[in-house]
């Protein structure tokens, strides 16, 4: 337990929002000690789930019995599941309940990557994510968990939120994981607790309805739009739900709730009816705090004239042909349905249903990466990129090697690994038949083409 006490005027906040009674579970809650969770990647090969307990509202999440090293685990590294605490993983059952059409959809505050990962996970191979985030370092960050989670449905951008506006009415869903106070988060992070004052709520309420101000209109016809947050208080939840569907049409969507699940409904009157929001508190589920609710753009929304993309502009992207694109697809035993860009000489494929939109936010977004980096071609010789080895399109070309969990770790590390009769070239390495990079043996020596900023420190 922490000796980092509650803020008074949060406390104070609390007990008006939850009766003196319900406030002090509420304490005894946020004292306790937060349950580890981790959601699955339900496209790569499964671990061992021994002792871990499913998390009801997700297919993919569970409770594991302590926290284990994650650094030390060469399948996290592999990108075959996300740790992620229980509470956000609702989103996934607020997806399935509403048969949310996989189309093309928006994270607009996606660092470091948690719920982006949730949505690729839910889009497959029928739908394609944009996941943003404003801050570069962190977009950086987000990159890394997009290129490991692994499905090539992901399209990375570090814009700010009016970036956006030239692309509204073209996302089939739009998630707003807002930059908040926090106060979900004083059991998981106790510090977080020293950051907290009444003034720094209304800073974040200032900012959140300026994100939501040029982001509501994002969203298309008959499409979705998620906002949530780890705050409880009332300024920064249910009057961004106000500000929302006062200034954008929107219409109230309510999500079945199983009543064991303790997650709190609370019904949100404004000036165009009843609105509905979803509180996560510690004392009643065993996640984070966190607030969600669900917004329906209607059918009849005034449908935006999608501008014209003309002649494809990006300065760096050069688009491949689709003969070409037919050809790669053959050549590497993909199925035939890739479109294939080059930047600055590696080659990134997508699924072609998405060709247009990668058009069309080159335009407008600044892109880190997209779909799969395969790598560069010398010759009929590919130098493939890490982004390879870790999706889940095929490999057949090269030959593999399964690591024991000591020379994964090494590889890991970005140390030297000792095998002995390896073939010569190019190797996928593989830990548990799970890819985690390349190797490459030269004959007098093997090199190691992990890159350097993932390498594991110092363990
Ligand atoms: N969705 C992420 C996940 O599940 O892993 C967590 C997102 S976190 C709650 C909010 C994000 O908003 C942070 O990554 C932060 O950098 C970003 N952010 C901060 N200021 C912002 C702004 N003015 N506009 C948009 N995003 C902002």
């Known amino acids: 337990m922490t000796s980092i006490k509650l803020p008074i005027a949060f406390q104070t906040q609390m007990k008006s929002l939850l009766g003196e009674v319900v406030y002090k579970e509420f304490e005894k809650g946020i004292e306790s000690e937060p349950r580890t969770s981790i959601r699955l990647n339900p496209w790569k090969k499964s671990i061992n789930l021994d002792d871990s307990v499913a998390i009801p509202w997700s297919e993919n999440g569970y409770f594991l019995p302590q926290r284990p090293s994650f650094t030390l685990d060469p399948s996290f590294h592999a990108g075959t599941y996300y740790v992620q605490e229980a509470s956000s993983l609702f989103i996934e059952h607020i997806l399935k309940s509403q048969r949310v059409e996989k189309g093309i959809f928006l994270d607009l505050a996606a660092a470091p990557g948690g719920k982006s990962t949730l949505l690729s996970s839910y889009l497959g191979e029928d739908g394609f994510l944009v996941a943003n985030e404003v801050i570069q370092a962190r977009a950086q960050i987000l990159r890394e968990n997009c290129i490991k989670w692994g499905l090539g449905n992901i399209l990375v951008s570090n814009n700010d939120p ?17 930059p908040c106070s926090g ?4 059991r998981k992070d106790p510090q977080a607790r020293t950051e907290w004052s009444p003034d720094h709520i209304q800073l974040c309420a200032a900012r959140q309805k300026r994100i939501l101000d040029r982001t509501g209109a994002l969203v298309k016809a008959g499409g979705y739009l998620i906002y949530s947050t780890c705050t409880f208080n009332e300024l920064e939840n249910e009057e961004m739900i106000r500000f929302l569907t006062e200034e954008f049409a929107y219409e109230p969507v309510r999500i079945p709730l199983d009543p064991s699940w303790k997650i709190v409904e609370s019904k949100v009157k ?23 609710t669900v917004l329906k753009r209607p059918d009849d929304t005034h449908r935006l004239e999608p501008k014209k993309v003309k002649d494809f502009k990006h300065p760096f992207l050069k688009e491949i042909g689709s003969k070409e694109a037919e050809q790669l697809d053959s050549e590497l035993n993909f199925p035939l349905t890739g479109a294939y860009y080059q930047l600055n000489e590696s080659y990134f494929r997508i699924h072609q249903n998405w060709k247009n939109h990668v058009d069309k936010l080159s335009q407008h977004l600044s892109i880190k990466y997209f779909g799969v980096e395969l790598g560069k071609k010398q010759g009929k010789e590919w130098i493939p990129s890490p982004a390879w080895a870790l999706s889940i399109l095929p490999k057949y070309k090269f030959e593999t090697i399964q690591l024991t969990k000591d020379q994964a770790l090494d590889f890991l590390r970005k140390s030297d690994i000792q095998c002995s009769d390896l073939p010569k070239g190019w190797i996928l390495v593989c830990f548990q038949s799970l890819p985690l990079g390349w190797i490459k043996n030269l004959g007098n020596r093997i090199n190691n083409y992990y890159p350097k900023e993932w390498r594991i420190r110092n363990l």
């Open 162 to 178: 009016e970036h956006f506006e030239p692309l509204e009415g073209l996302f089939d869903l739009v998630l707003i994981d807002a």
């Open 183 to 186: 106060e979900g988060m004083f």
């Open 270 to 292: 404004t000036e165009n009816g009843e609105f509905y929001g979803y509180r996560f508190f510690p004392h009643l589920v065993e996640g984070e705090g966190f607030f969600i």
